[in-house]
């Protein structure tokens, strides 16, 4: 099996995307999980650009890694200076990072534009570059910035630019599509004649411009290419970089190149999520292999299908990469969801046919008042418990009441008084928060605190608010969905009113319920964890 390196940028290249942006704890983090991934090679950053990066490789230096060789970035020397010289390579040389990936001019319009040197000049920058880091002890990774232009348009120069960063003793060269503008076929055809002409080994760094990049580093692997370049969640400026969560799989699994190891691809869910949260964004659901809905089943037909084997409608099985199969129950279900959501759930509706087409009826009837089922399993996990009849009551509300009060150019004070019945006992509270369900959130929770210590641990990280029908105006209905968290697990729950506050008072309700049923339950059952309980792990 033949074996490609894996190259990752995300703490560099990534970061140059549109809204990112990492404290060197953040970079930290991230790095030493890529590496734990088993990732070959990790870009810490430009040592000569800025404080930050230079801090990083400094304390990355203190970490052992034990697959990982940190990679420090930056451009050939300056035009009519001497490399040794120059301030940029020598600060690559004293970040202490065994690998440096400099850049340098491929395409003869950049050299005469963008640098406006000579063509002659740009060769010497390259090989004295290179040659000056190879002297110091460093591996050496030439990207050829813009290569696929400047093959297009001067196909002699661009091979002259590689050919000197090989003599020099470059230990990889990577063809750059900068632009993100080629085609596969371009990509193919130009990484095969690079490899022919350099003894060299090649690597592919993709843009996706085009949302080619992953196609773009798959067609270059199978040309000749054997490292790959590119960011999880496919991060980096304009439209990103080629998404490792997508190239790895598909080169291992489908092309049978390896990578990683088998346990190591099974973390690879896990890691796209926590370098999304790390980032502070949000993975896009429908993100091939290690999306939420990546193995997500909503239609009828297709759910009847995986219940008999999962390779119906799965083009792998989803714990290769960490990822799981989920069920999806909507107004589009049939009995075959709900039947496979309770299996998952370990509920025995099988022998309740009745019972179970009431429980598809009533949630086809709850989405077309605006419920949404499949954004909140929490929700509809306690739905189907209902149904089966396993849910005891955890409380019993009487009434809240709400003030929000307004004077002069104070801001709003919202306080909220709950009055509940729990085991039998009438609890009164109430608690003031900086809007009218924060408020309503405190004081529900500190009247069931004392009853369940647990729910202290429990907190709303995630409020949202959708009008269902604008024509209605401030008539309207509303959706309200809420993620809740203990902090090793979160949830979602929906409500739908005319009201947002009864919208709110729904979701919010669910949620502790939700939280509290998973609690009881993980007492009486210790061998089952929450998570086998309907939690949803992110």
Excluded at 125 to 131: E, G, L, Q, R, Y
Excluded at 150 to 164: C, D, I, S
Excluded at 298 to 324: F, Q, R
Aim: proline letters at 2%; charged letters at 25%; one cysteine or more.
């Amino acid at each position: 099996m033949n074996q490609v390196k894996i190259f990752d940028t995300t703490l560099r290249d990534g970061t140059q995307g549109e809204g990112i942006s990492l404290t060197v704890e953040d970079k930290l983090k991230i790095a030493q999980k890529l590496d734990s991934l088993g990732i070959h090679y990790i870009e810490g950053g430009w040592p000569g650009s800025n404080s930050k990066d230079i801090e990083f490789f400094k304390r990355i230096k203190e970490i052992p890694l034990q697959h990982a060789k940190i990679s420090a970035f930056g451009s050939t020397c300056r035009k009519e200076s001497r490399a040794e010289e120059d301030l940029n390579l020598n600060r690559i040389i004293d970040s202490g990072a065994s690998v440096a990936s400099i850049f340098g001019k491929s395409w003869d319009f950049h050299v005469q534009t963008a640098i406006q040197t000579t063509l002659e000049e740009n060769l010497r920058m390259i090989h004295d570059s290179v040659a000056y880091l190879k002297g110091n002890g460093l591996e050496v990774i030439y990207l050829a910035e813009h290569f696929f232009d400047g093959f297009k348009h001067n196909e002699a120069y661009a091979l002259e630019t590689v050919r000197q960063a090989e003599a020099a003793g470059a230990d990889w060269v990577v063809l750059c599509d900068t632009n993100g503008g080629t085609l596969p076929d371009g990509i193919a055809a130009t990484v095969q004649r690079v490899c022919t002409e350099l003894r060299t080994p090649v690597g592919i760094h993709a843009h996706n411009d085009c949302e080619l990049g992953v196609a773009n580093t798959l067609a270059a692997i199978a040309a000749g290419a054997r490292q790959v370049q590119g960011t999880f969640n496919g991060l980096g400026e304009r439209c990103g970089n080629a998404n490792l969560c997508s190239v790895i799989p598909n080169l291992q699994l489908k092309l049978n190149y390896r990578c990683l190891s088998d346990e190591q691809l099974a973390a690879l869910t896990g890691t796209a999520r926590f370098i999304s949260e790390i980032a502070n964004i949000h993975i896009s659901p429908n993100q091939p292999f290690v999306g939420a809905s990546a193995f997500a089943h909503k239609g009828g037909i297709h759910v009847s299908a995986i219940m008999k084997s999962s390779s119906t409608y799965e083009h792998i099985p989803p714990e290769l990469v960490g990822n799981k199969q989920r069920i999806l129950v909507s107004e589009l279900a049939g009995q075959s969801n709900l039947l496979a959501k309770a299996q998952e759930l370990k509920l025995d509706l099988t022998k309740q046919t009745e019972k179970s087409k009431q429980v598809i009826e009533q949630i086809k009837e709850l989405e077309h008042q605006g419920y949404q089922f499949e954004g909140a399993d929490a929700s509809l996990e306690l739905l189907l418990r209902e149904a089966s009849g396993e849910l005891d009551s955890i409380f019993h509300l009487e009434s809240f009441k709400l003030l929000v009060e307004k004077t002069g150019d104070n801001p709003f004070v919202s306080e909220a008084m709950v009055k509940v019945k729990v085991h039998g006992e009438t609890v009164f509270t109430a608690a003031e928060g900086n809007g009218p369900v924060n408020a309503l959130d405190s004081a529900l929770r500190k009247a069931l605190v004392k009853f369940y210590p647990d729910i202290a641990r429990m907190h709303l990280a995630d409020y949202k608010v959708r009008v269902i029908d604008e024509k209605d105006a401030t008539a309207a209905k509303v959706r309200v969905l809420i993620e809740s968290t203990d902090f090793n697990n979160s949830w979602n729950t929906v409500g739908v009113s005319g009201n947002i506050i009864e919208a709110s008072w729904q979701a919010l309700v669910d949620s502790i319920r939700y939280c509290l049923i998973g609690k009881k339950r993980a007492d009486t059952q210790e061998e089952t964890s929450i998570g086998q309980l309907g939690l949803i792990n992110h």
